[in-house]
């Protein structure tokens, strides 16, 4: 079995993030949580480079669909559309004009747990409701009414691989194998060293 400080997932840092001056706030709370960056690269997407991203799910475009319409019915509103599939075709056009808008930064991270300890950090989709103290939840205001109604994408800073086997699909399409960094980081002895016999002289 291979331990568990191997775990790796992918971040984007979205166009927004990189025009509010956000970049180096989100990489501070991934270093500050213990993770190592393996590693990163500034890029505009290609419109299809960002399909192929958002697809590489299959069950993505239920899950979303799904996830906008509770996010409607659970503030007591609407949905514009009731089914979900629908709710995605709108959604994964959006996302396509504003993902190639400008530059983002993708990274991969590595450490304990990463997939989770990213999405906990981040928050929740939707910033109106995501967590106080997650990335989505201090620093943006957006909601699915508002983007919905200006017909745009929801601009909540950060891509986060969703789960084990997404982030190992999003990480070999945005990074060549040799892109990704084997390297061992002075914190990790005091992260997972066992014995933590390494401290006193
Ligand atoms: P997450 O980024 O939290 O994993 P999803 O994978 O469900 O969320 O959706 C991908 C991205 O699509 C979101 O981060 C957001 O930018 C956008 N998005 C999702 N749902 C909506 C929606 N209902 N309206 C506008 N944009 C949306
Ligand atoms: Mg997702």
Do not use: C
């Amino acid at each position: 079995m291979t331990h568990p400080s191997t775990e790796r997932t992918l971040v984007i840092i979205k166009p927004d993030g990189i025009q509010r001056g956000l970049a180096g706030e989100i990489i501070s709370r991934f270093e500050k949580v213990g993770l190592k960056l393996v590693a990163s690269k500034m890029l505009i997407p290609e419109v299809s480079h960002i399909e192929e991203h958002y697809t590489l799910d299959p069950e993505w475009r239920r899950i979303t669909g799904e996830k906008t319409i509770e996010g409607y019915k659970s503030k007591g509103l609407t949905p514009p559309m009731d089914d979900p599939y629908k709710i995605t075709e709108v959604i994964l056009a959006n996302l396509k004009k504003y993902m190639t808008s400008g530059p983002v930064i993708a990274m991969v991270w590595q450490g304990a747990h990463a997939v989770k300890i990213v999405r906990k950090l981040v928050g929740g989709t939707e910033p109106l409701t995501s967590d106080v103290g997650t990335i989505r939840g201090d620093y943006v205001l957006d909601s699915y009414a508002m983007s919905d109604a200006d017909s745009r994408a929801i601009r909540n800073l950060i891509h986060a691989s969703g789960n084990l086997a997404d982030a190992e699909k999003e990480v070999n399409h945005w990074f060549k194998p040799e892109e990704v960094m084997n390297y061992r980081l002075v914190q990790e002895e005091i992260i997972y060293d066992v014995n933590l016999d390494g401290i006193l002289e």
